[in-house]
Structures are given as C-alpha cells and as structure tokens.
C-alpha cells in the first residue's frame, strides 16, 4: 500500500492514510482467516452434526455459505443458537473459536492504544528539534551545563523513538505530514546538534554529544535493516528517509550544510 501511494499523483492527499488503512487491512486479514478456516472444519459436518431451530430446515442449511455464517457467530461470540454444534468435538471447537475471536479483538485494541502513543513520541521529538532549530543555539550556548542537559535529553527522545521502531515497524507507514512534524525532516537537524556538541571544548557537552551521535546511528541502522535496505551511511539513510517520505530539506539546514 506504501508503494501503490507513491505512484499517485496526489500522493500528499492519500499518505495519512496508509497506516490506518494498512492496520484495518492485517486486522481484516487475521478475521478473514479465521472465518474461513473454521468455516472450513464445520462444512463437511453440515447438517448431521449440527442442531437446527424450529423453522430452519437442516437440507437447505448445509453450504458454504451456512458455514461461514456459524463461523461469523462463533468468532464474533454472538451466541445466536439457531445453529448449534451438536457433536461431542464440535462442542468443543466451538467455543474455542469465540475464545480466538475474543483474543483477536483484545489484539487489535492493544496495537491501536500500544501504536498510537509511538507515534506521538516521535512527532513530538521533530517538534522538539523544529523548536531547537528555530532558536538555533550557537556553540557558546550549547558549551554550557545546559547545552548538555539539551543534548542528552535529546539522545534519551531518539532511543524511545528507536525502540519504537523496532517494536512497531508498521509506525513507520504512518505519515506525519508538514515539515514540523516529520522526524524524516528533523533528525538531520539532530544529526547537526550532535556534530556541534562533539566539537565542543568542555567534556560533559562532548560526552552527551557522543552519546546522541551513537542513539542517531542506532536508528539510522533500524531504520536501513526494516525499511530502506540502503546499506549506506547514517547520512544517506536520512536521506533515503525523508525522501521516501516525500519530505525536502529545510532552507535553513540546507543553507548551513
């Protein structure tokens, strides 16, 4: 679905919703294979081992179509009755897939409440950044006990965001949209902090530099092993990044570059 969106025209228009429809997609697939598998154990005992209510006549309920719907009540735990396994085993399978049903609405609600959170994590760490390259601290700020305290702040935002890329890599589908939010954009811009403050003359902004220099390079590489396949350096993996997320450079940041 990502790479379909890149080749419409309107792409800025339709990349918000990749993601959800994405999710809505892997979801619908689980659904989809669990009806039709339990769909397809129950067909061949259909009718004889199956109760029927008054008014349903068992030879015209012994389809596909008939099976599908007993698997719908089973996984959707509706409990209708008007069929009703009846054989010994089938009493048992039964229950066991509104018992899967359930889990796979447990799944889905915990992915959703789990993904959301890692992307507000991430856009409020390019905003962070957007903020810091707005005031655009030179070196004598940023050689100061606050200039460290910044740096390392930023190194501890960078490896959240990391370790939600591992753990969610479909986050990485969902698009951010303007400039301000976009990581894509932004982490050149930490990329640049962490190259100042490794220049830096007082030790404790240099450690914390190095510390958000190696965090940029951990995600660097995340971002190349799940996504891009580059196999450059952590620059050129930025690049790919934001480019395939359809994001430009910044003025500023290209005019310091």
Known sequence: MWRLSHRLPFWHRTAGLVGPLGMVAVVGTWALAVVLGW?????????????????????????????????????????????????????????????????????????????????????????????????????????????ATTLDSLAGEVVRVRVDFAQYPEAYYFHDGADRTSLAVMVRHAVLLAERGQAAGRTDVRLTAGVLAAALDDLAKTLDQRHLYNGGSRGRVFAAYAADHRQTRPAAEEATS
Do not use: C, K
Not at 52 to 60: I, K, Q, R, T, V
């Open 39 to 147: 769909a397809l154990i129950y067909w061949p005992h259909m009718p004889e081992s199956f109760a029927f209510a008054e008014g349903l006549s068992p030879s015209e309920r012994a389809d596909l179509l008939d099976a599908l719907y007993v698997s719908l009540v089973m996984v959707g735990t509706l409990g209708l009755g008007d069929i009703a396994p009846e054989a010994g085993w089938l009493r048992v399978a039964a229950p066991l897939e509104a018992l899967i049903g359930f889990v796979l609405l447990s799944a889905t609600v915990a992915w959703v409440l789990e993904l959301y959170p890692a992307l507000a994590r991430r856009r409020a760490l390019a905003v962070r950044l957007a903020l810091l390259r707005h005031a655009d601290p030179d070196m004598r700020l940023l050689e100061s006990s606050a200039g």
